[in-house]
């Protein structure tokens, strides 16, 4: 019966370390990168429309080539991505895999809304075509140039909302500006400070936080064994 208690503890601290590394492991574990990209490029059906402004900025560069739905580098990375006429009422979470485009077209469907929060890490982004019921992420001020036509709402030039001295204020004194993507933006902390507000000095203490993650994760595990091991003996 003990010996029956102790497999069956083992088995149960087996997978809770496996269930450890599995959010340690974070991207390690992600889906491949290839398969991200089948999931967007493949957003919809058909090829890049060639009236698409993907189409004119891919075709405008040897090094690039078209590919179902999106315009790719040699290496694979998603510079361009044509959503035309998609029936899309919502992004959903594959648009996100797409952060590193530099043109997006996503014109000629039935959204609503678009909130700015949608285009979090679209740093790279310069030109995006909307449909002309949806405004520019972030507004017209963080573009450098808005033009709203009869079919499409186009937006150029994304801006970096760090070089606005309103913005850099609302960064803590020991932290700087980083672009989030169109109006957005995120506040680092600078070296050797850390924490809310990066109002703690010092680097973070991850030795000393996994010591105690680790020792206070053996000691319930050990406290639960022998809670289930007192259990089988009254049994």
């Not at 069956?8 to 491949?32: D, E, H, K, Q």
């Not at 560069?61 to 990375?77: H, N, P, S, V």
């Not at 186009?154 to 004194?173: F, I, K, V, W, Y």
Request: with cysteine.
């Amino acid at each position: 019966m003990v010996l029956d208690g102790l497999a069956g503890f083992l088995a149960w601290v087996s997978r809770a370390m496996a269930l450890l590394l599995v959010l340690s492991a974070g991207r390690s574990l992600a889906v491949p990168e290839v398969l991200k990209r089948e999931s967007v490029c493949k957003y919809c059906p058909g090829p890049v429309h060639d009236t698409s402004e993907v189409d004119y900025y891919c075709k405008q560069r040897q090094e690039l080539k078209l590919y179902a739905r999106c315009c790719l580098t040699e290496q694979g990375t998603i510079v361009g991505l044509d959503l035309q006429n998609c029936s899309l009422k919502v992004l959903d979470l594959n648009f996100v895999e797409a952060h590193s485009a530099i043109v997006l077209d996503l014109q000629a469907n039935p959204f609503l809304n678009i909130s700015t929060s949608v285009f979090r890490n679209f740093t790279e982004l310069q030109i995006l075509v909307l449909p002309p019921n949806i405004d520019c992420p972030g507004g017209d001020y963080a573009w450098d140039n808005v033009t709203r036509g009869p079919d499409n709402y186009t937006c150029l030039g994304q801006r970096s909302q760090c070089n606005s001295t309103m913005e850099q204020a609302l960064c803590p004194e020991n932290a700087y500006c980083v672009p989030d993507g169109p109006g957005l933006f995120q506040c680092l902390c600078t070296s050797g400070f850390h924490g809310y507000k990066c109002l703690r000095e010092g680097s973070f203490p991850l030795l000393m936080f996994s010591g105690i993650l680790g020792t206070t994760t053996f000691c319930i595990s050990i406290l639960l064994w022998g809670t289930q091991l007192r259990k089988i003996k009254a049994s």
